[in-house]
């Protein structure tokens, strides 16, 4: 399969960075292919509103980012829970592509990911993720991969060689495709 990713952070020492870095390697290793959008282009997207689009229109960033999902077979996404949600520009770049129409993400699977210090693992932050995705018509796999517990990247090196956890993701991966 031809995938789009999105890792929804660019802090160095990303442990979301570091769950999607395992999760792609595993992935490539089943032979699905990768194209990794830059979240740096996604943190500097204009808000989105109504008025905005009809004045300035889509940015260049968004035709780019919804015609590569529109030629992909699937997404994955991995994305920090922020006070129980998505981060802000996660939310708006899916706002500015919920105005592609046909919507570009209905029926594609896609496979979501969270990495946290807390021991649910960004759970919550999913689950509030799911919301729009499905408004668009997406189809939210739902084996998620969650780290929890996990405050640094080398807690989540240390949690990939534990068996339990890799039985976790090949069983995610084999459900997604």
């Known amino acids: 399969m031809k995938l789009v990713s999105l890792v929804a952070s660019t ?4 442990v979301n960075c570091a ?3 395992k999760v792609a390697h595993k992935l490539e290793s089943c032979g699905h292919t990768l194209e990794e959008m830059p979240y740096a282009q996604v943190e500097n ?6 008025v905005r689009e009809e004045t300035s229109g889509l940015p260049p960033f968004i035709g780019t980012l919804s015609r ?12 920090p829970e922020y006070n129980f949600s998505i981060p802000g ?14 919507y570009v993400m209905t029926g594609k699977p ?16 999913l689950a509030a993720l799911r919301i729009p995705l499905g408004c668009l018509g997406a ?9 929890g517990a996990v405050a640094s990247v080398e807690a989540v090196e240390a949690l990939s060689k534990t068996e339990a956890f ?12």
């Open 45 to 50: 997207l204009p808000q989105y509103t109504p």
């Open 89 to 102: 520009p996660l939310k708006n770049a899916i706002d500015w592509v919920s105005r592609i129409k046909p």
């Open 139 to 147: 189809r939210v796999f739902p084996w998620e991969i969650t780290a």
């Open 68 to 79: 590569s999902i529109l030629q992909a077979d699937g997404l994955v996404i991995a994305s």
């Open 19 to 21: 769950l999607y870095s």
């Open 11 to 14: 802090r160095p020492g990303s």
């Open 110 to 125: 896609v496979l979501l990911m969270s990495a946290s210090g807390s021991p649910v693992g960004g759970w919550r932050g």
């Open 166 to 177: 890799r039985d976790r993701i090949d069983l995610a991966i084999s459900q997604f495709g």
